[in-house]
């Protein structure tokens, strides 16, 4: 394992801001998180998992050590109709979907394309169009910092929910993951319940869909609502959407009658926050080097040299404005560091 010295993350981060780590480590085996953590001066730095980089903000550089997940690997063994796949956490997650759709493995085919790597999807439950991380999830491996063994954690062990885990609260900053396990099926049953999927099926004339023709449409909505990462800096939807309890929501519905929303549980509605950005009037709008997705205002972009404060700074706009239109204060889904 090499250990280098002022590494630019410019193209370790899918917003394509200009940052540097003073320390970095690139980790391609468990092994080398033994090695690093014997290391008492560097791993006592502040510091950095970092995965795809899909989906954090940086606003300086890293004065600490960046610990960047390479480890790669895919494995798979059936069990009946169930097939279980072993990745790496340093596979990027779309070529994981893609071998599992070349091989048949039914379940990841609606989480096409999402940007990142697979040791980060269970972090904050990554999800897109009807499925989310953990209904594939079987268990995760993890360096554990503190006794620096390594330990599997289940489904029901990781608590998720939505766009969460316990990888983002209680054992935050505790634990590495270094391999995702998932559950998959020989058994084909098409997730067609986010609506555009099927009108995407009907337009393309097919009726009985297979894996890959699932996995295309969703590319194929994703990229036309969504920037490309490759092209325009962004790290996907930069807020949450909001859950409230159904009083406040009802509330707001007679002030606003078109609000899209969902049921987000008993007693609970989850609200678009793209729509509440469009309503506010900051669809496709540029504010220096930063602004929002022409065709998707969930999503701020880079459009050149933007720096992170400064697209901290435009999202904090946004916040003011749709928590004085909505009395609803937006949450970053991004991680700002
Ligand atoms: N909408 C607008 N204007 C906009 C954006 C959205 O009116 O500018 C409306 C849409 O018309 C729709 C609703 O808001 O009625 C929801 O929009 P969409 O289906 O595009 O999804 P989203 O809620 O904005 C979430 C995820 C995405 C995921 C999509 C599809 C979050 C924070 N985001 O976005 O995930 O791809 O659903 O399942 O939950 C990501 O996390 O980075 C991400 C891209």
């Known amino acids: 394992m090499t250990i280098e010295e ?47 980089g899909s989906n954090v903000l940086f606003t300086g550089d890293f004065d600490g050590l960046v610990i960047h997940i390479n480890i790669k690997g895919v494995q798979h063994r059936n069990e009946g109709d169930h097939i279980y796949v072993s990745a790496g956490g340093g596979e990027v997650w779309n070529d994981l979907v893609n071998y599992c759709v070349k091989h048949q493995f039914a379940g990841m085919e609606n ?22 991380l953990m209904d594939i999830f079987h268990s995760c491996r993890a360096f554990e910092i503190a006794s620096g063994e390594m330990i599997t954690f289940t489904r029901e062990q990781c608590k998720f929910s939505y766009r969460d885990s316990i990888f983002k609260s209680a054992y935050k900053g505790l634990y590495i993951i270094t391999e995702v396990t998932f559950k998959l099926s020989r058994i084909f049953k098409p997730n067609v319940s986010y609506g555009a999927i099927q009108q995407e099926l009907d337009k393309r004339g097919i009726r009985v869909p297979g894996i890959k023709d699932v996995s295309d449409v969703v590319s194929h909505i994703r990229v036309s609502k969504l920037p490309d990462p490759g092209m325009i800096g962004n790290a996907g939807s930069f807020f949450k959407n909001p859950i409230i309890p159904v009083a406040k929501f009802i509330q707001l519905q007679s002030n606003f009658p ?32 930063t602004g929002t997705w022409k065709n998707q205002a969930l999503v701020l972009v880079n459009h050149g040299n933007a720096t992170g404060n400064e697209i901290l700074n435009f999202s904090s706009q946004i916040i003011d404005s749709v928590r004085s239109k909505f009395d609803v204060t937006l949450e970053r889904e991004v991680n700002i560091i």
């Open 258 to 289: 078109d609000i899209v929303n969902y049921p987000a549980g008993e007693g609970f509605i989850k609200l678009a926050a793209g729509w509440m950005i469009e309503q506010c009037g900051w669809k496709g709008k540029a504010s220096g080097n």
């Open 6 to 52: 002022n590494v630019s993350l410019k193209n370790l981060n899918t917003f394509g801001v200009a940052a540097s780590a003073r320390w970095f480590a690139d980790i391609t085996t468990e092994e080398h998180l033994k090695e690093l953590f014997a290391d008492k001066h560097l791993t006592s730095l502040p510091r950095l998992v970092l995965g795809g």
């Open 111 to 132: 989480l096409s394309l999402i940007p990142g790597s697979v040791g980060a999807s269970p972090v904050q439950n990554i999800g897109a169009y009807g499925v989310e």
